[in-house]
């Protein structure tokens, strides 16, 4: 009988690339400033923040405001990776519609990107399980602080990512968890019918709901298939045009859902995001800049 062999004792460095594989997130996407959209990004943040300050705002409501602009960028970064001027008009039209008709739950916001990114995976990562803790944590959230149509947004991300059948696909009980984070919390917690009517005024309003309207008026253009070029950020792949399309689709989903529960208003910077995309892709946003730049 032969020897057998003793196997190889990885090197330290491959030992510190899977410890890094390992900690790698499907989620977090750095702002590189040396890229023009970027710094646009991190420019309208500021001015979306200094804006409601010049008005008498509080800081609250300046944040607020700012952040709200940003988040509609990030979004419409998920939804439309290939066309950074889709995101350069989601920025203003989102702090704008917080500026005149109240601050977002930005709560909500932040759900929608963590999800969109993890079904898009622009990030290149299969989602890790620190990153299904979080959106679980986001979905549990938003349910308690009554943004239902936010909450149930990561249980159909996970379930949609989980069908792609890819190598950045999460485990198909992902999107079980996901569902149960995003269902569960309103059981328990009952609002009085007063608090229901409390926060239903606070979480709607005519141009939240102007621009969810919007939105799903340009569904057609919007879910329709379309290549996509740009390449994912940690591994040399293409980000999958049918992911992005899936994306796309949910959120149009929300968006309706987010009117029917009459919530809106938080999902304002994600209807300003696919607005954005909507523009594009039916020829409006490129039809607007070349009459406004044509050559006289």
């Known amino acids: 009988m032969a020897p057998t062999l003793p196997l190889p004792r990885p090197t330290a460095a491959q030992q510190a ?11 977090p996407r750095p702002l590189d400033l040396t890229l023009p959209s970027n710094r646009y990004a991190a420019a309208g943040l500021a001015a979306g923040t200094l804006a409601p300050l010049l008005l008498g705002r509080g800081w609250r409501s300046a944040l607020g405001t700012g952040l709200a602009g940003f988040s509609a960028w990030a979004t419409a970064r998920e939804l439309d990776p290939d066309h950074p001027q889709t995101a350069a008009l989601a920025l203003p039209v989102a702090a704008t519609a917080a500026l005149l008709g109240g601050v977002p739950h930005l709560l ?5 990107v963590s999800s969109l990114r993890v ?5 290149g990562h299969r989602p890790s399980p620190g990153d299904l803790l979080a959106l679980g944590a986001q979905a549990a959230l938003s349910a308690f602080a009554g943004q239902r149509a936010a909450a149930l947004i ?31 919390p309103p059981t328990l917690r009952r609002p009085g019918r007063t608090e ?6 606070e979480n709607r309003s005519v141009l939240s709901d102007l621009l969810s309207l919007a939105a799903l008026g340009l569904s057609r253009s919007l879910a329709a298939p379309e290549p996509v070029r740009s390449g994912c950020d940690l591994v040399p792949a293409r980000v999958s045009a049918e992911r992005v399309q899936r994306s796309r ?8 859902l987010g009117l029917l529960l009459r919530e809106s208003r938080g999902l304002s910077p994600l209807a300003a995001a696919a607005l954005a995309v909507g523009l594009r892709r039916s020829g409006i946003l490129e039809g607007a800049a070349g009459r406004t730049f044509k050559p006289s």
Do not use: C, I
């Open 119 to 123: 079904l898009s995976a622009t990030v």
């Open 249 to 256: 689709q949910l959120a149009l989903g929300a968006l309706g």
């Open 108 to 112: 909500g916001s932040l759900t929608a």
């Open 17 to 27: 690339q899977k410890r890094a594989a390992r900690l790698a997130s499907a989620l």
């Open 196 to 201: 229901g009517d409390d926060k239903a005024a």
């Open 154 to 184: 990561p249980g159909a991300a996970l379930s949609l990512a989980a069908d792609a059948g890819d190598r950045f696909a999460p485990a198909p009980e992902a999107a079980l968890y996901g569902v149960a984070a995003g269902v569960l």
